[in-house]
């Protein structure tokens, strides 16, 4: 797999509610979220808080990083 390819894991370190935690997605998802983010005018870190927000409110939500891929894939296709 190529270093560019949009499917190459990625695992990048954020801040939420205090404490660190790790996300693995996939570049093209990292992508979208970074255009997502500034679309809507704040952080990467601070989209994957309230992701994981309204997460934390839905007892059958995934893990985090697919609660992730979900928001984009619901944004990109003009839901969210």
Request: net charge positive; hydrophobic share 45%.
């Amino acid at each position: 797999m190529a270093a560019d390819s949009p499917t190459r894991l990625q695992k990048h370190s954020v801040s939420i509610a205090g404490h660190r935690t790790s996300v693995t997605l996939e570049a093209a998802f990292w992508d979208a979220l970074t255009a997502i983010a500034q679309q809507r005018q704040t952080t990467v870190a601070g989209l994957i808080a309230a992701i994981d927000d309204g997460r934390a409110k839905d007892p059958a939500s995934p893990n985090l990083s697919s609660a992730i891929r979900v928001f984009v894939l619901r944004v990109l296709s003009g839901g969210t």
